[in-house]
Structures are given as structure tokens and as C-alpha cells.
């Protein structure tokens, strides 16, 4: 859960674990302030494992998410599984055109969180 921390702080600690040997692979990744895309960068995405990503928004708060949040993630990872709190309009027509363009993702918006 990263909370509202920034992308430099969150590399640079990641990145630190990875050189001693840590395994950065997650089950799930609360992405950091309500989706922003100045919180997430594809050097951060590069150095992680993750299927599933965890967007907590009304999309109130600066408009956010950002659809190149959304992008990072879909270019990074093969078919992950973006969860939102809220239906993103925008996010769904995003999702069409990233499909077409090879860079599916799986959408799912629930209104509470289940750990299987």
C-alpha cells in the first residue's frame, strides 16, 4: 500500500531491496495517490512482479485516475488486473483502445475488497 508516497522515494527504497537480493514480487499493489502519474513510473514497474493493482478514487480528487497510470500499467505487465472503488468511465474507453494496440488489461470495479 503505497499511500500518497512518490515515485522517486518508492524506487529508490525498491531498488536498494532488489540489489540485497529481496524478491519484489507482489500479490497486490494499492498504487499510490488515487492512480497520479506522477506517483508511478515504468522504472518503478520494471524492477516489480505484480498481477493486480488497486486504484482508490471517486475520481474527484484532481481528476484522478490518470489514464497514463493506466497505460504504465498495461505496457508494463501482461494482462494485469486493475481493481478500482469506482466505475472510471474513462478508463473503459481506454481499455478499448489499448486492446487494440496489444496492451490488454482486466477491469473490475468493486465497492469492497475480497481476498480469495
Not at 484532481?62 to 466505475?87: C, E, G, Q, R, W
Not at 496489444?102 to 469492497?112: R, V, W
Amino acid at each position: 500500500f503505497l499511500g500518497d508516497a512518490h515515485e522517486d522515494i518508492i524506487y529508490e527504497r525498491l531498488s536498494d531491496l532488489k540489489i540485497k537480493g529481496y524478491d519484489l514480487k507482489f500479490d497486490l499493489i494499492k498504487v499510490s495517490h488515487h492512480g497520479s502519474n506522477k506517483n508511478i513510473s515504468n522504472r518503478l514497474l520494471q524492477i516489480i512482479e505484480c498481477e493486480k493493482f488497486l486504484i482508490l478514487t471517486d475520481g474527484s480528487h484532481h481528476k484522478h485516475p490518470d489514464l497514463s497510470t493506466v497505460a504504465k500499467i498495461a505496457y508494463n505487465f501482461k494482462y494485469p488486473h486493475i481493481i478500482t472503488n469506482y466505475v472510471h468511465p474513462k478508463i473503459e474507453e481506454f481499455k478499448k483502445v489499448a486492446k487494440n494496440n496489444g496492451h490488454d488489461f482486466n477491469l473490475e470495479t468493486l465497492n469492497e475488497i475480497v481476498f480469495e
